[in-house]
């Protein structure tokens, strides 16, 4: 059994997190990818995040119909900073029979070094990092500290290649307090959900 994870604030969920998601799974022939909510990310301790509640039901509003997409509750349940180790090491347990593959950005991959206990995460799963038009991944010399050289040619072979798009979370929310229309962003239940809650009228562009 193959396991994508994907964490994220998801706030909201939209369609890039969607088109990433799928775009893992039929490259890398996962049976599943758990998307994963974080509850206080590390790199956003001091950004003011929306309800976990409501950010949970957008997911599963967004997940609703996709069997191979899944809702992970651990870092929510958790009383602490969302370190991706603490996931990882659960989901190993969780799933002691499956390969694990840890989807994460370019950008993410360059600063991985710098997590919290990145080898023991490499030690654990792949990441699997998911690239723009077509492009390869470049020199990882820079990973040579916290990851065998197993794992190097592991990661190499699990690139994921998406096409770019440009919807973000932030553009979202921008656009609802601006009062512009998200339409095609992200699925209409979301919308629905966001315009009954009435969420992001007033929001923090950097969050």
């Given at each position: 059994m193959k396991i994508g994870i994907y964490g994220g604030t998801f706030d909201p969920v939209h369609f890039g997190h969607l088109l990433l998601a799928e775009s893992a799974r039929e490259t890398l022939r996962l049976d599943q990818v758990l998307f994963v909510p974080a509850r206080i990310p590390p790199h956003k301790q001091d950004k003011s995040l929306t309800d976990e509640a409501d950010r949970v039901a957008m997911l599963k509003l967004a997940l609703e119909g996709n069997p191979d997409f899944a809702l992970e509750m651990f870092e929510l349940e958790q009383n602490q900073v969302s370190y991706t180790v603490h996931t990882v090491e659960f989901l190993s347990q969780k799933y002691s029979d499956a390969e694990l593959f840890l989807l994460m950005g370019e950008d993410m991959l360059r600063i991985f070094p710098k997590w919290y206990l990145p080898k023991r995460?490499?030690?654990?799963?792949?990441?699997?990092?998911?690239?723009?038009?077509?492009?390869?991944?470049?020199?990882?010399?820079?990973?040579?500290?916290?990851?065998?050289?197993?794992?190097?040619?592991?990661?190499?072979?699990?690139?994921v290649p998406m096409p770019s798009v440009a919807f973000s979370s932030t553009a979202i929310r921008a656009a609802i307090a601006d009062r512009k229309s998200i339409r095609y962003h992200t699925p209409d239940a979301v919308i629905h959900y966001i315009e009954e809650r009435g969420l992001y009228k007033s929001s923090l562009f950097d969050r």
């Open positions: 995460i490499c030690e654990l799963c792949t990441p699997a990092v998911i690239g723009r038009d077509g492009n390869e991944i470049g020199d990882l010399d820079f990973l040579a500290e916290i990851a065998s050289s197993e794992t190097l040619e592991k990661i190499r072979a699990s690139r």
